[in-house]
């Protein structure tokens, strides 16, 4: 089976712009989680979809948003960048089940805002 | 405030020596997860510890959750460069906070294995 990918690997943006993240799960997984991790404070929750509908949020600003299409396949928008979105964008599927879902990540796309 | 603790921070040992990692919860835990994570990268899945007083073993790693399910430790065995990496904790806070699953990590700890 293929594991998660993610597109692109490294993306470089200016203050202002925005920017769409891509994830394609593991055939057959129904939910996708995004993170974001950083030096100061680690790897943190963005949100979750399953079935195309957001099902977690964690506690980021409205500017980052995602969706999730009818094949699973996930994106993320972070919009009106800031230098402090500068991270590594991880994505993570499951099957979506309540307990307990092992999360398989990807790769991770890595943004530099300047 | 952060959840999870991880320690140590950081652990540098000499190739062959045994060395332990643990992660610590103010709350129960109802679902550990152990990864790794080679610096930039993705997290490579180790193993998962539902039940207090779990124990897994993979090749020369050995995770065990207490029987509280408050802390869990991560012990390799005869440590060899390719353990190099980041290891870290995520707990699923799901039934702390309702809804679906939910994982929060501690902050990682950097090992580092010299030959």
Not at chain 1, 44 to 66: A, D, H, I, V
Not at chain 1, 69 to 76: D, H, I, V
Not at chain 2, 97 to 105: A, C, D, P, T
Request: overall charge positive; aromatic content about 10%; glycine content about 10%.
């Amino acid at each position: 089976k293929a594991g998660v990918t993610q597109t692109p690997r490294y993306l470089i943006k200016t203050r202002g712009q925005q920017v769409t993240l891509s994830c394609s799960p593991i055939s057959g997984h129904r939910s996708v989680s995004w993170y974001q991790q950083t030096p100061g404070q680690g790897l943190q929750f963005l949100f979750e979809y399953f079935s195309e509908t957001q099902r977690n949020k964690g506690n980021f600003p409205g500017r980052f948003s995602g969706r999730q299409f009818s094949n699973s396949r996930s994106e993320m928008n972070v919009s009106t960048l800031e230098l402090g979105d500068s991270a590594l964008y991880l994505c993570a599927s499951s099957s979506g089940r309540l307990s307990p879902d092992t999360q398989y990540f990807g790769p991770g796309t890595r943004l530099t805002v300047l | 405030s952060q959840e999870l603790e991880q320690s140590p921070q950081s652990l540098i040992v000499q190739e062959g020596k045994n060395l332990t990692i643990n992660c610590t919860s103010s709350k129960t835990l109802y679902g550990l997860y152990w990864y790794k994570q080679k610096y930039g990268e993705g997290l490579i899945f180790l193993m998962m510890l539902q039940k207090g007083g779990e124990e897994k073993s993979h090749e020369k790693i050995t995770a065990k959750l207490d029987e509280k399910k408050q802390q869990s430790s991560l012990h390799i065995t005869a440590s060899q460069p390719s353990h190099a990496g980041i290891y870290l904790c995520g707990a699923d806070m799901r039934a702390a906070q309702g809804g679906s699953e939910k994982l929060v990590f501690g902050k990682g700890t950097k090992l580092t294995v010299n030959p």
